[in-house]
């Protein structure tokens, strides 16, 4: 069992950055991969971010690369994403989610947190 809980979210201007993190509790984190999805109303659950626990190997969506960094912090249990340059189609509930399976897929994820809501202002 893994416990996710994200932290973070709130209310920036166009062109503003937010960093969410995500607190992470279980058994055997080091078996997950950990992701970051993001949801915005009236659209499907879609990947931001992941990396692997162990070896760091991180994955992007292509299109949010050079804004949003995806890290971890293994002595802390805890992943973030560091997201630049907000824009206003960034507004959404941001979901922290772990994975034994794939990576880019909402479908190969087991566990995940409550959700954190980011709102970019124009």
């Known amino acids: 069992q893994v416990q996710l809980v994200e932290s973070g979210g709130g209310l920036v201007q166009a062109g503003g950055s937010l960093r969410l993190s995500c607190a992470a509790s279980?058994?055997?984190?080091?078996?997950?991969?950990m992701g970051w999805f993001r949801q915005a109303p009236r659209k499907e659950r879609e990947f931001v971010a992941a990396i692997s626990w162990i070896g760091g190997n991180k994955y992007s969506e292509d299109s949010l690369k050079g804004r949003f960094t995806i890290s971890r912090d293994n002595a802390k249990n805890a992943l973030y994403l560091q997201m630049n340059s907000l824009k206003p189609e960034d507004t959404a509930v941001y979901y922290c989610a772990a994975s034994t399976k794939g990576i880019r897929s909402p479908i190969f994820y087991d566990y995940w947190g409550q959700g954190t809501q980011v709102t970019v202002s124009s």
């Open positions: 279980g058994r055997a984190l080091s078996n997950y991969h």
